[in-house]
């Protein structure tokens, strides 16, 4: 009764269905495994009712881009050092600034400093940087997370040598020349961001309430008001 033809065709189509089952997986699981793309924003808070958009910008028609879009003069010149207190000038050149970068990946920055001008402690929270000096001399300061011991690793850094920030880790540059210095860094994101520590504890918009940072820093209400009163204009 086993070898009836009608128990075969059964047995067969459920062997058939298991077997097609098991491909459909395999071929899925690379999917299934994969994580979201990395943002490429802070925030992109869902409008349930709008047109759909993606993780960036979207892209002009291929048919209105010249050649124009692969190149930008931007940092052939930097801005005037001593417009801010930090005495460091930023000439920022992401996605925004050049708008051929977009979901390429990557994206520069020029910044000039005025002797003892710094470019406070900060994060990218998108991207890891490298970089050079093109003239002068800055200190450049890295601290590690709490894996590394929240270690410090420091060096001045001269004209035509190189330095890379992982990303996500705070850092800083500090010109201890006697003239003007220049760097220009690139990262691998076309919005690094930027998350400046100072900015961020002091300036943030509306403010961290006091007790929070007096407890967190270990002083008194007036140091922080005190401190809070140096950031509200931003940078
Ligand atoms: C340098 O650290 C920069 O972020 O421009
Ligand atoms: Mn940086």
Partial sequence: ASSSPLAMEHFNYKAL???LSATLLLLLAPHLMAADPDPLQDFCVADLNGKP?????????????????LFSTRIASGGDTLANPNGSNVTELDVNEWPGLNTLGVSMNRVDFAPGGTNPPHVHPRATEVGIVTRGELLVGIVGSLDS???????????????????GLVHF???????????????????????????????????IPTPVLVKALRVDAEVVELLKSKFTGGY
């Fill in 17 to 19: 269905a298991a077997l």
């Fill in 53 to 69: 958009t993606v993780n960036g910008y979207p892209c002009q028609p291929s048919s209105s881009a010249g050649d124009e879009f």
């Fill in 149 to 167: 011991g929240n270690r410090y690793y420091s060096k001045v850094v001269r004209a035509g040598e190189t330095f890379v920030i992982p990303r």
């Fill in 173 to 207: 540059q500090f010109n201890v020349g006697k003239e003007e210095a220049t760097m220009v860094v690139s990262f691998n994101s076309q919005n690094p961001g930027i998350i400046f520590v100072p900015l961020t504890l002091f300036g943030s918009s509306p403010p």
